[in-house]
């Protein structure tokens, strides 16, 4: 048996990429604006939920605040990625 | 707590304070491009009626524990402050203060009004090119994933391009631009 094509695996991949991608596109172009911004609400509040659940779970706890707890300290370590080297405590001396 | 009930406080504090506003955010994405979740509420504010962030901290005492001390951004050295809701789950707030950047002060002039039937209220959002051009500046890998989506759901025949190209001239992020609407599939 032949090894497979990596040319064909990495076309097919991206084919198939897109295809959930335009999905996404056409779904959300037939949602009027009010029902996009409603979704990023229901979205959200759904997230926090499942992270929650999953904190607790993963920490074999049943106190809801220990979970929320847990839920801050991955969002802060998140942020602190996604926000490394952003922003500074002071302005440069040449702005004030 | 849901994210619509901090969202709305954060709305009414502006209000009740006279403080124009503007939220931002995946909010202002979620409008025009692909919804997703966030994990806080971005809001603008007008430094128009003097001190903004401190009245509206104010207004939130007890909803939200803000942080001590302000940030600037280090792309356009924009302040910043971020909060948390004080009760569960802990959603973050961040409210940025509207300075003399000329992008920043045409999108906030430029800002439209919408009502939410979440949130039962009036609230100012930007345009959809708006939008695209400060998620291209901004650059960060979802940043830029943002501004396709807009593009990609809006269509560039609707925006208004050559907007969205001026800008992304003037902020050297055209490559951007250009990498983003390769980024869209046939949708035919």
Not at chain 2, 80 to 101: C, N, Q
Not at chain 2, 141 to 169: F, H, N
Request: some cysteine.
């Amino acid at each position: 048996m032949n090894p497979p094509d990596p040319d064909l695996a990495a076309a097919e991949l991206k084919a198939m990429q897109d295809s959930i991608y335009r999905e996404k596109i056409l779904r959300a172009r037939r949602q009027t604006p009010e029902e996009r911004l409603a979704d990023v609400f229901e979205l959200t509040n759904s997230v926090f939920t499942r992270m929650h659940e999953g904190a607790m779970w993963q920490a074999g706890i049943s106190d809801e605040r220990q979970g929320w707890d847990i839920v801050r300290k991955r969002l802060a370590r998140l942020r602190q990625v996604y926000d490394a080297g952003r922003f500074v405590n002071h302005l440069p001396a040449a702005l004030q | 707590m849901t994210i619509e009930q901090l969202a709305t406080a954060v709305l009414d504090a502006c209000e009740k304070e006279g403080v124009h506003h503007m939220l931002t955010g995946a909010f202002a994405h979620g409008l025009y491009g692909i919804p997703r979740s966030t994990k806080d509420v971005d809001v603008v504010l007008s430094v128009a009626s003097g001190n903004p962030i401190e009245r509206v901290v104010r207004r939130l005492e007890g909803v939200v524990q803000f942080e001590q001390q302000v940030k600037f951004d280090t792309l356009t050295w924009g302040k910043r402050l971020v909060g948390e809701s004080t009760g569960m789950p802990p959603f973050k707030i961040a409210l940025f203060e509207l300075f003399d950047d000329p992008f920043v002060q045409s999108q906030f002039q430029r800002r439209r009004r919408m009502f939410s039937t979440q949130i039962q209220r009036e609230t100012w959002l930007p345009t959809p090119e708006d939008v695209v051009v400060q998620k291209l500046r901004w650059g960060r890998s979802k940043d830029l994933d943002d501004a396709r989506d807009v593009l990609a759901v809006q269509g560039p025949e609707t925006l208004d391009m050559p907007y969205i190209e001026k800008w992304c001239a003037l902020h050297g992020t055209v490559p951007r631009l250009l990498e983003a609407l390769a980024g869209i599939p046939p949708l035919d």
